[in-house]
T-cell receptor
Framework: GESVGLHLPTLSVQEGDNSIINCAYS??????FIWYKQESGKGPQFIID?????DKRQGQRVTVLLNKTVKHLSLQIAATQPGDSAVYFC???????????FGTGTRLQVFP | NAGVMQNPRHLVRRRGQEARLRCSPV?????VYWYRQLPEEGLKFMVY????????ESGMPKERFSAEFPKEGPSILRIQQVVRGDSAAYFC??????????????FGQGTRLTVV
């Protein structure tokens, strides 16, 4: 029979509102974090990154916040637009490794 | 200025067949990473290769999966005797040097493997 897969958590926001996407990471030794955007049928696209010696970093319309005490990462998108609709993943990296550990993702839906 | 090129974009194989996925890195990049993504999940690291060397294969299944990055030509991810559970999107990323900052690794558009 057909297996039932996990469904991504979904955040629905109105165009023009701010969006906040949250992520809990797993490894307290992780010292580098990235947010990726993935549109349907495409590969991950880098949005913004942050090192563990920072707690906030801003880009164009996006801000990443890092709370190492509770191992929590958030992505804030200002004035959300329809083009922001996608699945967003956080990823962590630690030590001398080159591999990224991805979170499970959040689907952002923007409605008019 | 081509990015990471993966082909085919879609691949259908019957159970027991072999699947070969190709990844051409960004020109000048000598480091390649393969990730697997199941539906509705995040990407899972599989293997990291430099030209002619496997650096980290800690995410590769012990059997049926292999990867290479020859001196000339694309990186190949090979899956022998495919099973339905191998159905997934396989992504490749490349970087110029060891990705001190992983954001320097660019992802391709992926190969979607369907095993029937």
């Amino acid at each position: 029979g057909e297996s039932v897969g996990l469904h991504l958590p979904t955040l629905s926001v109105q165009e023009g509102d701010n969006s906040i996407i949250n992520c809990a990471y797993s490894n307290s030794a992780s010292d580098y974090f990235i947010w990726y955007k993935q549109e349907s049928g495409k590969g991950p696209q880098f949005i913004i990154d942050i090192r563990s010696n920072m707690d906030k970093r801003q880009g164009q319309r996006v801000t990443v916040l890092l709370n190492k005490t509770v191992k929590h990462l958030s992505l804030q998108i200002a004035a959300t637009q329809p083009g922001d609709s996608a699945v967003y993943f956080c990823a962590e990296n630690f030590g001398d490794t080159d591999k990224l550990i991805f979170g499970t993702g959040t689907r952002l839906q923007v409605f008019p | 200025n081509a990015g990471v090129m993966q082909n085919p974009r879609h691949l259908v194989r019957r159970r027991g067949q072999e699947a070969r996925l190709r990844c051409s890195p960004v020109k000048g990049h000598s480091h390649v990473y393969w990730y697997r993504q199941l539906p509705e999940e995040g990407l899972k690291f599989m293997v990291y290769l430099q030209k002619e060397n496997i650096i980290d294969e800690s995410g590769m299944p012990k059997e049926r999966f292999s990867a290479e990055f020859p001196k000339e030509g694309p990186s190949i991810l090979r899956i022998q005797q495919v099973v339905r559970g191998d159905s997934a999107a396989y992504f490749c990323a490349s970087s110029f040097d060891r990705a001190v900052l992983p954001n320097e690794a660019f992802f391709g558009q992926g190969t979607r493997l369907t095993v029937v």
